[in-house]
């Protein structure tokens, strides 16, 4: 439990177990100048340690000097780096690294002391990168209890302000509940295959519906589905004894209108792919449990937007299968007659996540009739290849919705580069024997992936965010304390922040 509060700058009186005060790279003298009110032995021991070089400011380093007499007990000297050199991603990172470093120390409470004027992003960044960094996914590691500290249970952080603590205190509730959206998908996607069904994720989406009286939830029987004709979700979860589930999630924010859908997300959630009869190599195949991470991402996004209580409406769809290989499976060779009435020949079993997402987009598009849709999915390897782990390969009919995203995804650092959908790319995915298939060959093959969803899309603005790089820590991740491992919950963040831009 993390609580951020907003406090005044104490006066020295003010009794603090941890100051976190910032150091500059080659401008050391300058923390002398904010340690005004601490009590003057403490800034006797301070300035020896900047002088005699024990703490240079180098970014990331942290030195922790105790006072004996108080009233601050200890001081965080923080290297933020070089001066210029500092953004707020930086600052993201490097109030995470406080936070571990205070946490592991067992403080459970401490101030920071910004070292410049604050601003909204600032704030924010301070805010994410100490919530988002102390995540921490230890549920099975039985051994590890009672052998380690596990930090502090509750922790408070005061970020000390020169006024207005009111304003200061909005910006980080808002930005707490985002990032306790984030930890919330990352716990989901975090689970192992066998207790995260889709029956068990089609219980957490009626559970947010139990918690918050302007969600409702539906969930699709695999019988209903056959009978709807959502016959590519049913095809991949055949495969499967644990039956697939389509959970809809209707948020209705917007009391005046109710029927307006602003957006429409869809998360591709395969519990675990293994490639059904098309197999996948044995070499690292659990990392595909998390292969539900756009459908965590949804769910996540369509929590922490009810807990702000935005006045808007807002649809999630999150298709639930197993891909399994049996005697049940859908084959290489079957046609599938899709949710819109085209027809797919499946060529590899492995290409599952298109299947689920055409039909959820083609769904949503019938019976919400929203103004924009956009996607996750860990869609494509090929994604890694060409983007590499960190970076959302981002295709889109909508240039202003693509450009309104880039705008949001510049101050979440959450990057989202476009990749063309030339519909050129259609002739990769035909089929001898039915309307188009599921794969489009090795050339371009997050392109092919995504022409092969916008056969469903009619002409309402939509995002393909393919996720498969940035959705949990890979080998080769550019480290971020903010990061922990396992799944990033990438993407919640910019797009909540999508949905309140709108509403500022
Ligand atoms: N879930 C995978 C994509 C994936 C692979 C995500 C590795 C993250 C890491 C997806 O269902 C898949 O298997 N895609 C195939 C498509 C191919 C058969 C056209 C792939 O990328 O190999
Ligand atoms: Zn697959
Ligand atoms: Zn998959």
């Known amino acids: ?147 380690k500290s596990h930090g502090p249970s509750s922790l408070k952080v005061s970020l000390l302000v020169d006024g207005n603590e009111k304003d200061w205190q909005r910006v980080l509730d808002t930005t707490k509940i985002i990032t306790d959206a984030v930890n919330f998908g990352r716990d989901l996607a975090n689970l192992p295959p066998n207790e995260c069904s889709p029956e068990y994720l089609a219980r957490i989406a009626l559970d ?60 591709k959630a395969v519990t675990f792919d293994t490639g059904g009869i098309s197999i996948k190599p044995s070499d690292r195949m659990e990392e595909m449990k998390f292969d539900k991470s756009g459908g965590c991402d949804v769910l996540a996004i369509m929590s922490g937007l009810a807990n702000l209580e935005v006045k808007t409406n807002v649809i999630g769809i999150v298709p639930c299968v197993e891909n399994m290989p049996s005697s049940s499976s859908y084959r290489p060779g079957d046609i599938v007659r899709m949710y819109n009435g085209k027809t797919v020949e499946i060529i590899n079993t492995d290409a599952e996540g298109r299947l689920i997402l055409a039909d959820s987009i083609a769904y949503g598009v019938e019976k919400y009739n929203p103004n924009s849709i956009i996607d996750l999915a860990t869609l494509t390897g090929a994604c890694i290849v060409a983007l590499g782990s960190n970076i959302a390969g981002t295709l889109s009919n909508s240039p202003e919705l693509i450009d309104r995203l880039r705008q949001i995804g510049e101050k979440t650092n959450e990057k989202f580069w476009e990749l063309p959908l030339y ?46 790089g940035t959705a949990w820590t890979q080998d080769g991740t550019w480290d971020k304390s903010y990061n922990p491992k396992g799944a990033t919950g990438f993407g919640i963040r910019s797009l909540i922040r999508l949905v309140l831009d709108e509403l500022d």
């Open 1 to 147: 439990m993390v609580k951020l509060v907003a406090e005044r700058i104490p006066d020295s009186a003010k009794q603090t177990p941890l100051l976190v005060v910032g150091v500059f790279e080659n401008e050391v003298e300058e923390v002398m100048n904010q340690l005004g009110d601490a009590n003057a032995n403490l800034v006797e021991i301070v300035g020896r340690v900047l002088k005699d070089k024990e703490h240079t400011g180098a970014f990331g380093t942290i030195c922790i000097v105790h006072s004996p007499t108080g009233p601050m007990h200890r001081i965080m000297l923080l290297g933020l780096g070089e001066k210029k050199s500092l953004d707020n991603d930086k600052v993201r990172v490097l109030a995470g690294k406080a936070a571990l470093k205070a946490t592991e120390i067992n403080i459970s409470e401490y101030s920071i002391k910004p070292f410049t004027q604050l601003t909204k992003d600032l704030t924010e960044a301070i805010c994410e990168g100490t919530c988002l960094s102390l995540y921490k996914f230890d549920k099975y590691q039985t051994q590890k209890i009672g052998e």
């Open 208 to 267: 947010l519906s139990s918690k918050h009286h302007r969600i409702s939830t539906r969930v699709i029987e695999r019988y209903e589905m056959e009978s709807l004709g959502l016959n590519g979700i049913v095809a991949v979860g055949m495969g499967s004894n644990k039956p697939p589930k389509l959970v809809i999630i209707e948020y209705k924010g917007n009391e005046g209108s109710s029927t307006t859908v602003p957006y429409l997300f869809v998360g």
């Open 423 to 468: 519909p050129d790319f259609n002739e990769q995915i035909k089929s001898k024997f039915a309307d188009i298939k599921n794969i489009g060959g090795r050339a371009g093959g997050t392109i092919t992936a995504a022409i092969f969803l916008s056969n469903f899309v009619n002409e309402t603005p939509w995002i393909h965010l393919d996720i498969a």
